[in-house]
């Protein structure tokens, strides 16, 4: 059994002060830290599934890694769209990982340590450029990389930013998915099979649950703000002041269970 709290999408700033359409990012992540702190079990890891910080600045990573030192139990990153590899793996504390790409410019690797012996774990990254953005594609040597480290005999997670597969909101699905989504999901659906017990994405600042071709992509929303994800939108809208959120993951030997949390947030904004 393998306890796992899912975060994502804090968008600090480089102080203390920054609004994210009128919500203060920083007080919300600390609040986010203070309920995962405050829950009754110790989770066995934690996955922050991308954008910790709103733009790419060595003081906003340092801000993040100060508010989110409590957690106290291996945090993993993934890549955001607003994220700079370099600048958060040098600020961030991981938990251990090997990586599976050679360099310092893709964050593509398997969790190890005790906490992951139980399963293979897996973070894909899926920036691209930012005049190619805000969707993603996640390179060929990265699917490569994963599928090869798949053994067979474990159940196997990924974890990456951008989620896989349309969720029928009109914008979304035209700007904020990676855009070979369904071929991964395909190649990381043949090669698990039954071993496959999730997906899990940030980037939509949005609660989601959806099963595509039987597997389970997971979700889970922005503490800083949330986005609108109607069928129809031509746009998202941002919603301010909305809840605290984190999702807890636990996975058994024959289940995968997501309890979502969707905290009162006390502070001003
Ligand atoms: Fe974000």
Same mark, same amino acid.
């Given at each position: 059994?393998?306890?796992?709290?899912?975060?994502?999408?804090?968008?600090?700033?480089?102080?203390?002060?920054?609004?994210?359409?009128?919500?203060?990012?920083?007080?919300?992540?600390?609040?986010?830290?203070?309920?995962?702190?405050?829950?009754?079990?110790?989770?066995?890891?934690?996955?922050?599934?991308?954008?910790?910080?709103?733009?790419?600045?060595?003081?906003?990573?340092?801000?993040?890694?100060?508010?989110?030192?409590?957690?106290?139990?291996?945090?993993?990153?993934?890549?955001?769209?607003?994220?700079?590899?370099?600048?958060?793996?040098?600020?961030?504390?991981?938990?251990?990982?090997?990586?599976?790409?050679?360099?310092?410019?893709?964050?593509?690797?398997?969790?190890?340590?005790?906490?992951?012996?139980?399963?293979?774990?897996?973070?894909?990254?899926?920036?691209?450029?930012?005049?190619?953005?805000?969707?993603?594609?996640?390179?060929? %040597?990265?699917?490569?990389?994963?599928?090869?480290?798949?053994?067979?005999?474990?159940?196997?997670?990924?974890?990456?930013? =951008?989620?896989?597969?349309?969720?029928?909101?009109?914008?979304?699905?035209?700007?904020?998915?990676?855009?070979?989504? %369904?071929?991964?999901?395909?190649?990381?659906?043949?090669?698990?099979?039954?071993?496959?017990?999730?997906?899990?994405?940030?980037?939509?600042?949005?609660?989601?649950?959806?099963?595509?071709?039987?597997?389970?992509?997971?979700?889970?929303?922005?503490?800083?703000?949330?986005?609108?994800?109607?069928?129809?939108?031509?746009?998202?809208?941002?919603?301010?002041?909305?809840?605290?959120?984190?999702?807890?993951?636990?996975?058994?030997?024959?289940?995968?269970?997501?309890?979502? =949390?969707?905290?009162?947030?006390?502070?001003?904004?």
């Amino acid at each position: 059994m393998l306890e796992v709290i899912h975060i994502s999408d804090t968008h600090f700033g480089p102080d203390r002060s920054l609004l994210i359409r009128g919500s203060n990012a920083c007080a919300r992540s600390e609040a986010l830290v203070e309920a995962i702190s405050a829950l009754p079990f110790t989770p066995d890891l934690i996955v922050h599934t991308g954008d910790v910080v709103n733009d790419p600045d060595e003081g906003a990573y340092q801000l993040a890694a100060e508010v989110l030192a409590p957690l106290g139990v291996p945090v993993y990153y993934a890549t955001g769209n607003h994220d700079d590899v370099g600048m958060m793996t040098s600020a961030m504390k991981f938990g251990p990982y090997e990586s599976l790409i050679p360099g310092d410019e893709v964050l593509c690797y398997q969790m190890g340590g005790a906490a992951a012996d139980s399963m293979e774990l897996f973070v894909l990254d899926g920036k691209v450029p930012p005049e190619d953005g805000p969707h993603g594609f996640v390179s060929e %040597d990265q699917i490569e990389a994963v599928l090869s480290r798949i053994s067979g005999e474990k159940p196997v997670a990924v974890f990456l930013h =951008y989620p896989l597969t349309p969720i029928g909101s009109a914008w979304i699905d035209e700007h904020l998915l990676v855009t070979n989504g %369904d071929s991964i999901h395909e190649r990381l659906r043949k090669k698990a099979g039954e071993h496959l017990r999730g997906i899990f994405s940030g980037h939509l600042h949005r609660g989601l649950q959806l099963f595509h071709h039987g597997v389970l992509q997971s979700g889970v929303s922005s503490p800083a703000c949330e986005f609108s994800a109607g069928p129809g939108d031509d746009f998202c809208d941002f919603l301010t002041g909305g809840p605290i959120p984190f999702n807890h993951i636990t996975f058994t030997e024959e289940s995968t269970m997501v309890k979502s =949390y969707a905290l009162p947030f006390k502070g001003d904004c």
